[in-house]
């Protein structure tokens, strides 16, 4: 069964960075494009960032790029989302996910 | 970046009757492989989204085969036949042609 497990979330001042986690089991990580999905209180859902399976080639939307970073560990079947010089519109719940697969979420809050 | 446009945004129906939800693309979905990236989502009050339909009409493992997706270029249908409770939530559409990857604002399903 693809369990994807998220941790890292909390509550950080806008400006500061925080590091998200996910734990992926249940399938061979390293032959899959993994994502990053995020979605505002009561709001829909955004497209985050997308990484190959190597790790070799990343993409992101304009909103977090050139300050968020995806990455993974192939060998620790862990998949990476380094958020820098946050901002209170980044608050959201950040989903992992492969492609059918998703995370339960891990919320993160910017505010002062 | 691609603009999904999906009607209704709210929609009430009775048990049994069927649904019907539109995602209307800014541009053409088709990729240069012959493959159009348009999927459905599904998200229930408090739960992740799950994946009901994959390029435009293949249903998910497990989907039931009252979820019926159609369309092409830029106009695509995903129509719920005799809605069950569990069916109730948020629709959304998701376009994975474009970089970057944008989903619709989504579509609730009520009851009447």
């Known amino acids: 069964e693809v369990q994807l497990v998220e941790t890292g979330g909390g509550l950080v001042q806008p400006g500061r960075s925080l590091k998200l986690s996910c734990v992926a089991s249940?399938?061979?990580?390293?032959?899959?494009?993994m994502s990053w999905t995020r979605q505002a209180p009561g709001k829909g859902l955004e497209w985050v960032a997308s990484?190959?399976?190597?790790?070799?080639?990343?993409y992101y939307p304009d909103s977090v790029k050139g300050r968020f970073t995806i990455s993974r560990d192939n060998a620790q079947n862990t998949l990476y989302l380094q958020m820098n010089s946050l901002r209170s519109e980044d608050t959201a719940t950040y989903y992992c996910?492969?492609?059918?697969?998703w995370g339960q979420g891990v919320m993160v809050t910017v505010s002062s | 970046d691609v603009v999904l446009t999906q009607t209704p945004v709210s929609l009430s129906v009775t048990l049994g009757d069927q649904a019907s939800i539109s995602c209307r693309s800014s541009?053409?979905?088709?990729?240069?492989?012959?493959?159009?990236?348009l999927e459905w989502y599904l998200q229930k009050p408090g739960q992740s989204p799950q994946l009901l339909i994959y390029?435009?009409?293949n249903r998910f493992s497990g989907v039931p085969d009252r979820f019926i997706g159609s369309g092409s270029g830029t106009d695509f249908t995903l129509k719920i036949s005799r809605v069950e409770p569990e069916d109730l939530g948020v629709y959304y559409c998701?376009?994975?042609?474009?970089?970057?990857?944008?989903f619709g604002a989504g579509t609730k399903l009520e009851l009447k």
């Open positions: 249940g399938f061979t990580f390293n032959n899959y494009w």
């Open positions: 541009q053409s979905l088709e990729y240069s492989d012959g493959y159009t990236y």
């Open positions: 990484i190959t399976n190597s790790g070799g080639s990343t």
């Open positions: 998701f376009q994975a042609t474009h970089d970057p990857y944008t």
């Open positions: 996910t492969r492609g059918a697969h």
């Open positions: 390029e435009v009409s």
